[in-house]
């Protein structure tokens, strides 16, 4: 395909409709902080041309230029050719309201998690007080860049065992202008964490199980797998996790936990722990909540799942 193929296409609007109607002809997924084909061709479009979403309305009337054609269908073949998610196309992603730097070696920012940042986690934590907080699988750094910002007091450490995506958390890092505030370490889980206790343990981990993924969309199958899956169940990362957690959180700390949904799966290992599952009014389930007490009180249940 070429732009010999499509001379009709002239305005930003006519590039929009083309790629919406595209896309869905295509039958493409959207799962990346999008629902639908509109969207999707419109951030493209409106990427490739260095525009964002507040431009005026008669913008959308506006002719581009044979280079701006070219960019601009190159930018959709992308995603309706090799089936990527938008934001690995544009690299940019938007969290808890910040933009992030993303690549092919990181998830899409997408956790509801989000929406308890933006509340500085009330009634849980007090944005007021001197917090720390640590970021467990952090990929892109997207939750613990956010817990950075919507709790200005908080000191938050951040890990992830992979070094590609410990390098675009650094550039995320250096974008938030937070060396003061956050630190990246290399981690598999618990393993190079430092000895201290913390406020909020949260994580986003990977949480896939085995047939799930056999049976995932193309767009999921382009981030990295090292981020989702996790064993049969999916579950082998979350019981390290709930193993090792009770010993690096304070006496009052709690941790916050995405399994999407593998939620059925963690109840079906540990069906006496009662999890608090979170509600949002912006969408999204799958996300518990522990204290230390509880973790603590439940110890032998996740020590006799991690060693089995």
């Known amino acids: 395909m070429n732009l010999s193929e499509l001379k009709e296409l002239s305005s930003i609007r006519d590039w929009v409709r083309w790629g919406n109607s595209r896309f869905v002809e295509a039958g493409l997924c959207f799962g990346h902080g999008s629902d639908n084909a509109f969207d999707e061709s419109l951030a493209l479009v409106l990427h490739a041309l260095h525009l964002d979403h507040s431009l005026p309305p008669d913008f ?28 690995y196309i ?22 509801p998690i989000a929406e308890l940042i933006e509340s500085a986690f009330e ?10 907080i640590l970021d467990l699988c952090t990929g892109s750094a997207c939750i613990a860049i956010a817990c950075a910002h919507y709790l200005p007091h908080a000191q938050v450490d951040a890990s992830d065992i992979s070094p590609s995506a410990l390098e675009v958390a650094k550039i995320n890092v250096e974008r938030h202008q937070l060396h003061d505030q956050l630190t990246l370490y290399r ?5 190079d964490i430092p000895d201290v206790q913390y406020d909020l343990i949260v994580s986003n981990p990977p949480y896939v199980s085995l047939d799930e993924m056999q049976s995932l ?5 382009n981030e990295p797998a090292l981020g989702l899956e996790a064993g049969e169940d999916g579950m082998d ?10 010993r690096y959180l304070k006496p009052n700390g709690i941790m916050i936990v995405e399994v999407g949904d593998s939620m059925g799966y963690l109840m079906q290992r ?17 996300v518990f909540l522990l204290t230390k007490d509880q973790l603590l009180q ?6 006799e799942e991690c060693e089995s």
């Open 60 to 87: 959308l009337d506006a002719h581009l230029t044979s280079d701006e054609k070219e960019r601009v269908l190159d930018y959709l073949l992308q995603r309706l050719q090799q089936h990527l998610p938008v934001a």
């Open 237 to 246: 990362i979350v019981s390290r996790i709930l193993c090792q957690g009770a």
């Open 217 to 221: 969309p193309e767009e999921f199958l």
């Open 270 to 286: 540990y069906p006496q722990v009662p999890f608090l599952w979170l509600d949002f009014e912006r969408g999204g389930h799958g």
């Open 187 to 191: 981690s598999d889980v618990f393993d």
């Open 123 to 132: 009634p849980w934590l007090q944005a007021d007080d001197d917090l720390r």
């Open 90 to 111: 544009t690299h940019e992603a938007y969290f808890a309201g910040l933009s992030f730097y993303v690549n092919e070696n990181v998830l899409v920012p997408r956790s």
């Open 298 to 303: 439940y110890q032998e249940f996740f020590l």
